[in-house]
Antibody, heavy 118, light 107 residues
Framework: EVQVVESGGGLIQPGGSLRLSCAPS????????MSWVRQAPGKGLQWVSG???????YYGGFVKGRFTISRDSSRNTISLQMDSLRVDDTAVYFC????????????WGRGALVSVSS | DIQMTQSPSSVSASVGDRVTITCQAS??????LAWYQQQPGKGPKLLIY???NLQSGVPSRFTGSGSGTSFTLTISSLQPEDSAAYYC?????????FGQGTRLEIK
């Protein structure tokens, strides 16, 4: 079955760091465009970051250098390193495959909950 | 960033009804628009891309239309499993942005 599974969520204090991982099955991340999209509790969807098959990376304006998306082709995983976390970063973070052409998202995981609280 | 505005924010309808959800873009996005369905506790599911193209495996009762700044998602003959939140998303420019969502309740 083609799917993506997120891991690494949890409770973290403001200013802390957390690393999310996304493990696809049924396809290779090295040949795909991948993204992270988040959803604050009871709210809508917000695109966070993306990585091209070339390795080029993109971020939402609110990230402001705090997050880093990366790819490990040997492990077939995508990661999102989140530093300087704020209370308003609290959300479910979804890993999603990009459907080209255009940044549509055709495969989503169930998400990983990140709670930032003191 | 391009702003996406959906209406209504919530709708209640009966099995067999026809429901229409609209999405307005703050600037011309051509047909670079997608629709997603999200069930509680799950990730979104792509229904429609390029404004009117049905994603593989999606029932034909879902149709998308529109171009430029105005778009619609129509669900004909509602089924109980259609109870969910629906989101539009523009794919014209970075960053991709989503509407605020429409919650569909089956009476």
């Amino acid at each position: 079955e083609v799917q993506v599974v997120e891991s690494g969520g949890g409770l973290i204090q403001p200013g802390g760091s957390l690393r999310l991982s996304c493990a696809p099955s049924g396809f290779n991340v090295s040949g795909s465009y991948m993204s992270w999209v988040r959803q604050a509790p009871g709210k809508g969807l917000q695109w966070v970051s993306g990585i091209y098959s070339s390795g080029r990376t993109y971020y939402g304006g609110f990230v402001k250098g705090r997050f880093t998306i990366s790819r490990d082709s040997s492990r077939n995983t995508i990661s999102l390193q989140m530093d300087s976390l704020r209370v308003d970063d609290t959300a479910v973070y979804f890993c999603a495959r990009v459907y080209q052409p255009g940044w549509y998202f055709d495969l989503w995981g169930r998400g990983a909950l990140v709670s930032v609280s003191s | 960033d391009i702003q996406m505005t959906q209406s209504p924010s919530s709708v209640s309808a009966s099995v067999g009804d026809r429901v229409t959800i609209t999405c307005q873009a703050s600037q011309d996005i051509g047909d670079w628009l997608a629709w997603y369905q999200q069930q509680p506790g799950k990730g979104p599911k792509l229904l429609i891309y390029a404004a009117a193209n049905l994603q593989s495996g999606v029932p034909s009762r879902f149709t998308g239309s529109g171009s430029g700044t105005s778009f619609t998602l129509t669900i004909s003959s509602l089924q109980p499993e259609d109870s969910a939140a629906y989101y539009c998303q523009q794919a014209k420019t970075f960053p991709p942005t989503f509407g605020q969502g429409t919650r569909l309740e089956i009476k």
